[in-house]
Nanobody, 120 residues
Framework: QVQLVESGGGLVQPGGSLRLSCAAS????????MSWYRQAPGKERELVAD???????NYADSVKGRFTISRDNAKKTVSLQMNSLKPEDTAVYYC??????????????WGQGTQVTVSS
């Protein structure tokens, strides 16, 4: 199987920065799109940013200009640099990856989530 392990969450003051990382391991042939989602209390999970294997990125309007997604294909990792954080960025952040595990099978996998809290 495939495991995604996130790290880097925590408590930060408004205007501060955090960097989230996610490492994939297991039976991986190749990883297609890697993404970060978040879910705030009482709200639905939403896409924050994603990145293709060739490096094309996509961001939610609410984080454009503040967050940067990147990946290292060789290390099977994806990161999210979050700057100018706001209280409304407070949520559990989840890593997601579309992983080819065989020649004919692609499945989506999720990490366990990491809490980001922006508060003074």
């Amino acid at each position: 199987q495939v495991q995604l392990v996130e790290s880097g969450g925590g408590l930060v003051q408004p205007g501060g920065s955090l960097r989230l990382s996610c490492a994939a391991s297991g039976r991986i042939v190749t990883i297609h799109v890697m993404s970060w989602y978040r879910q705030a209390p009482g709200k639905e999970r939403e896409l924050v940013a994603d990145i293709t294997s060739s490096g094309t990125t996509n961001y939610a309007d609410s984080v454009k200009g503040r967050f940067t997604i990147s990946r290292d294909n060789a290390k099977k990792t994806v990161s999210l640099q979050m700057n100018s954080l706001k209280p409304e960025d407070t949520a559990v952040y989840y890593c997601n990856a579309d992983v080819r595990t065989t020649l004919t099978r692609i499945s989506a996998y999720w990490g366990q989530g990491t809490q980001v809290t922006v508060s003074s």
